[in-house]
T-cell receptor, first 114, second 112 residues
């Protein structure tokens, strides 16, 4: 049994560069979520996919952020022109859908923008 | 005012103590109540969840929900040093997809 996996686990980049993170949800989970967590805070919702459709985006998700989930399997989160304020842990979670909304999280990708 | 309030701690207890962690919330539409444990630099791990009111027990952990007071609790019996982590409460509404709202987390340290 494999849980939610995320890659890379750590990313250090310079301000202005683009970065892309990948999330592989639990097999057969229809719903996939991205969250951002900063030090001392709980995860904050960014966006949500039902299969391949992106159904909700938070106001936190600026125009520099884009997420995709082609074919309803893995998902990618891209940040363009990174800023120091983007430094955070980016968490992915998945849930089965169909009545069960409990979300299972991956280990996260820690981003540091210098 | 945040929808979910949680004391950030830190909370330090001796090994073997009973730990009580709590959250209050303001949205009466919340129906799913969850507790996650998060070790440093790791993703949150689901500990327990409860639908609507009541108690749920799993080993040394007991979750309680009091919807009339909008108050949830997690009790840890016979606490162990390995329980040292940040505990996040989380909640959501029901009916199709509903985003999960998290508390800020309470940092717990169990001292041997």
């Amino acid at each position: 049994d494999t849980g939610v996996s995320q890659n890379p686990r750590h990313k250090i980049t310079k301000r202005g560069q683009n970065v892309t993170f990948r999330c592989d949800p639990i097999s057969e989970h229809n719903r996939l979520y991205w969250y951002r967590q900063t030090l001392g805070q709980g995860p904050e919702f960014l966006t949500y996919f039902q299969n391949e459709a992106q159904l909700e985006k938070s106001r936190l998700l600026s125009d520099r952020f884009s997420a995709e989930r082609p074919k309803g399997s893995f998902s990618t989160l891209e940040i363009q022109r990174t800023e120091q304020g983007d430094s955070a842990m980016y968490l992915c979670a998945s849930s089965p859908g169909a009545g069960e909304e409990i979300q299972y999280f991956g280990p996260g990708t820690r981003l540091l923008v210098l | 005012q945040k929808e979910v309030e949680q004391d950030p701690g830190p909370l330090s207890v001796p090994e073997g103590a009973i730990v009580s962690l709590n959250c209050t919330y303001s949205n009466s539409a919340f129906q799913y109540f969850m507790w996650y444990r998060q070790y440093s630099r790791k993703g949150p791990e689901l500990l327990m969840y409860t639908y609507s009111s009541g108690n749920k027990e799993d080993g040394r952990f007991t979750a309680q929900v009091d919807k009339s007071s909008k108050y949830i609790s997690l009790f840890i019996r016979d606490s162990q040093p390995s329980d040292s982590a940040t505990y996040l409460c989380a909640m959501s509404r029901t009916g199709g997809y509903q985003k999960v709202t998290f508390g800020t987390g309470t940092k717990l340290q169990v001292i041997p």
